[in-house]
């Protein structure tokens, strides 16, 4: 499966941003997704995760109740749903996906083996 990314920019704190995540192939809905992030001289952090299903979800503590990862299974694409941006989210973006257990979800990013390009998100203070 191949992962394009797309929908960050620059945006203020408190304001809000939707990222996509596209995929190309006929067996999207065989695999969990994952959003991650790293920021400049930071190590990749694990964001949100999707099953199989989109009924089983998983979010980073930092970022527990103000994002919302969705999937559409019909159009092979994922979203997050960003709201309440603060500036220490200010990252690289990337989705993820791996072959999915059932609706299993991860953070673990050595688990995901087909990754985007990565799209920049900028939240000025």
């Known amino acids: 499966v191949q992962l394009q990314a797309s929908g960050g920019g620059l945006v203020q704190a408190g304001g809000s941003l939707r990222l996509s995540c596209a995929a190309s192939?006929?067996?999207?809905?065989?695999?969990?997704l994952g959003w991650f992030r790293q920021a400049p001289g930071k190590e990749r952090e694990f964001v949100a995760a999707?099953?199989?299903?989109?009924?089983?979800?998983d979010y980073s503590d930092s970022v527990k109740g103000r994002f919302t990862i969705s999937r559409d299974n019909t159009q092979n694409t994922a979203h997050l749903q960003m709201n309440s941006l603060k500036p220490e989210d200010t990252a690289v973006y990337y989705c993820?996906?791996?072959?999915?257990?059932?609706?299993?979800?991860?953070?673990?990013?050595?688990?995901?083996?087909?990754w985007g390009q990565g799209t920049l998100v900028t939240v000025s203070s």
């Open positions: 999707v099953g199989r299903s989109g009924r089983s979800t």
């Open positions: 192939g006929r067996t999207f809905s065989s695999y969990a």
């Open positions: 993820a996906a791996r072959i999915g257990f059932m609706d299993s979800v991860t953070r673990e990013y050595a688990y995901y083996h087909y």
